[in-house]
């Protein structure tokens, strides 16, 4: 039995809720290989910007799993709703060399509640036959909420625009076109 009046934890997720629409048809193999967060955020609790240099946990919000976890586990179910592929490092299969890898590096995160949500760093395509290696930086910014819901949102949009950016570099791929960052 619990004792004394702590809340319980609640536990949030970058996953979209399952949409039930029908996947693009035939199959597109990806992978995405990592996704790499500043170590002072990638942990289980929320964290969020208190004043110009501290960084506080949400006291009883947490995610999931650790922070880029969250964030490439939501891109990969994204990238395989838009391309009806299957991501072929979440399932721990051997890449073939006309598979696209994807990487993900932000190398800026700033979460204010009741301000906004920002990420900054490089997203990478690589694939060895064809051959090619393409970088492309990008800039996020949502509007976040004071509550912890409202964070967790906030990072939701923020993984959708970079999933959406990555899958339009993967539908070039998929049809034949030069991979080329947006813009």
């Known amino acids: 039995a619990r004792r004394g009046s702590a809340a319980p934890l609640r536990h949030s997720t970058l996953q979209a809720r399952a949409t039930g629409r029908a996947a ?5 193999a990806f992978a995405v290989q990592a996704v790499r967060v500043p170590p002072r955020v990638d942990g ?3 964290m969020v910007r208190e004043g110009a240099a501290s960084l506080v946990a949400l006291e009883g919000h947490h ?18 709703d838009a391309h009806g592929g299957i991501d072929l490092a979440r399932a721990g299969l051997a890449l073939a060399p006309a598979v696209p890898v994807l990487r993900v590096d932000v190398q800026r995160f700033d979460a204010a509640a009741g301000a906004r949500l920002h ?16 970088n492309c930086a990008f800039a996020l910014e949502a509007p976040a909420g004071a509550l912890p819901a409202d964070i967790a949102n906030a990072h939701q949009q923020l993984n959708a625009r970079l999933a959406n950016q990555m899958a339009a570099t993967l539908a070039g791929l998929r049809t034949g076109r030069e991979a080329r960052c947006p813009g």
């Open 24 to 28: 693009p048809a035939g199959p597109f």
């Open 44 to 46: 289980a609790p929320l």
């Open 63 to 80: 995610w999931g799993a650790r922070l880029a976890m969250e964030w490439r586990g939501a891109l990969s179910t994204a990238l395989r």
């Open 119 to 134: 990420a900054s760093g490089v997203r990478s395509v690589g694939q060895t036959e064809p051959a090619i290696a393409l």
